[in-house]
């Protein structure tokens, strides 16, 4: 990534986040510095990761959502995100172009990153963190499914997911979480 252990951030790491994300070069930089200061290697590695999100939930268990979530935004696969991919990740979970949310979403449910999604992965992902009306993950599975018209061994490729969810806004409602919003705000919460 560059200049990962420096104080500062690079040129082009600055000019890259904020020609992609909604952050300010100050707001980049104070995000930076911060990132410093928990992570002085410069990675979160997925462990610290699973610890951090684990803090914002203490009466469930969200390790397994946590791994999920790491290895989504972990896009170089080296099991550490470094602060490009932290950013993208606050980004997209915050604020991000709905495009940019459904493709994060589409990796997310694509367990084994094979490019498609299969009924288990959404089962795999739905399983945690069910509201009431939807008490079981075979039904919300099933749902969702159902939405896309699809046969229990057929996949969903990424273009297919992208255009369903945009389509129809209660398959949109069966795969967000409020989580990382909720995160976000803890994270402002313990900063002051």
């Given amino acids: 990534m560059g200049n990962t252990k420096s104080s500062a951030l690079s040129k082009e790491l600055l000019?890259?986040?904020?020609?992609?994300?909604?952050?300010?070069?100050?707001?980049?930089?104070?995000?930076?510095q911060s990132f410093?200061?928990?992570?002085?290697?410069?990675?979160?590695?997925?462990?610290?990761?699973?610890?951090?999100?684990?803090?914002?939930?203490?009466?469930?268990?969200p390790t397994e959502y946590a791994r999920h979530v790491f290895r989504s935004f972990d896009t170089n696969a080296d099991g550490t995100l470094d602060f490009k991919e932290y950013i993208v990740a606050l980004h997209l979970t915050s604020?991000?172009?709905?495009?940019?949310?459904?493709?994060?979403?589409?990796?997310?449910?694509?367990?084994?990153?094979?490019?498609?999604i299969s009924k288990s992965e959404i089962l795999e992902i739905v399983r945690k963190h069910l509201p009431e009306d939807e008490n079981t993950p075979e039904k919300r599975?099933?749902?969702?499914?159902?939405?896309?018209?699809?046969?229990?061994?057929?996949?969903?490729?990424?273009?297919?997911?992208?255009?369903?969810?945009?389509?129809?806004?209660?398959?949109?409602?069966?795969i967000q979480y409020d989580e990382p919003q909720k995160i976000k705000d803890k994270l402002k919460e313990k900063k002051q």
């Fill in 36 to 61: 410093l200061k928990e992570c002085p290697s410069g990675k979160i590695t997925k462990q610290q990761f699973e610890g951090i999100y684990a803090s914002f939930f203490p009466n469930a268990d």
């Fill in 15 to 32: 000019e890259e986040l904020k020609s992609n994300t909604k952050y300010s070069e100050a707001e980049l930089c104070t995000w930076y």
């Fill in 141 to 174: 599975a099933e749902k969702i499914w159902e939405f896309f018209g699809k046969k229990d061994n057929d996949k969903i490729s990424e273009g297919e997911f992208i255009q369903g969810v945009m389509d129809n806004k209660d398959i949109l409602r069966l």
């Fill in 95 to 116: 604020g991000g172009k709905t495009l940019q949310k459904l493709e994060w979403a589409f990796a997310l449910y694509d367990v084994d990153g094979n490019g498609t």
